[in-house]
């Protein structure tokens, strides 16, 4: 996970100071992330108040990344072979590293380049080491979540941020159709923040599996 010398420096023009300390009381290096400061407070409160297309969305409430998130393993959960749940936690987690970056549309993704991209792929690292997933996921693994994130982008752009099935082709480039079984209901940050944790939880203690008994 070290830096050289010379992609640290470049990082470094951009931002002299190059921590952010967290609710939790962390103090995490955004150039150089460490795993032991990552905690999963912090990314289900940051995810939970964290607006999927800018905010543009119908509703009472904003559609968040930690809902998101929720919905792309709801769509993994339909894939065959049914996924392990290793897979299906680096699903939830797929967008953690934007408890940071913030969920940065696409649009504005492609004019800020590679530094946003550098930026996003190390914290991304970190939340998988943290959490005891391989710092990279296989191209077969990245796929597979990128399916299901594309549904859901799909499946989000008709239901609640005004676009057509046509204008999803078309317009945002996406070949996935959108689902037609669900209905999408944004919640409020708080219950946001409580469902990632609780889906974190049900599929960290999957991928665990079951715990000696004490003696």
């Not at 680096?90 to 696409?106: Q, R």
């Not at 239901?159 to 480039?173: H, I, N, S, W, Y």
């Amino acid at each position: 996970m070290t830096l050289s010398p010379e992609t640290r420096d470049r990082l470094q023009q951009h931002a002299p100071r190059t921590w952010q300390r967290m609710l939790s009381g962390r103090r995490l290096n955004l150039i150089e992330p460490s795993p032991l400061d990552i905690e999963l407070s912090d990314i289900a409160l940051g995810l939970a108040r964290n607006t999927r297309w800018n905010g543009q969305t119908s509703g009472d409430h904003a559609w968040s990344v930690a809902q998101h998130s929720v919905f792309v393993v709801e769509i993994m959960h339909g894939f065959r072979p049914a996924p392990s749940p290793a897979l299906l936690l680096a699903g939830l987690l797929h967008d953690a590293s934007e408890y940071v970056t913030h969920d940065m549309i696409t649009p504005l993704k492609a004019v800020v380049g590679d530094v946003f991209r550098e930026v996003e792929l190390r914290l991304t690292r970190a939340v998988h080491l943290r959490f005891g997933l391989p710092a990279d996921l296989s191209a077969e693994d990245k796929a597979l979540i990128k399916k299901a994130d594309l549904i859901a982008g799909a499946t989000e752009a008709v239901q609640l941020a005004g676009f057509t099935a046509d204008e999803v082709r078309k317009v945002l480039g996406i070949k996935a159709k959108p689902l037609t079984d669900v209905t999408l209901t944004p919640l409020p940050s708080k219950q946001a923040e409580c469902l990632f944790l609780e889906q974190f939880r049900l599929l960290d203690g999957r991928q665990q599996g079951p715990q000696p008994r004490p003696r």
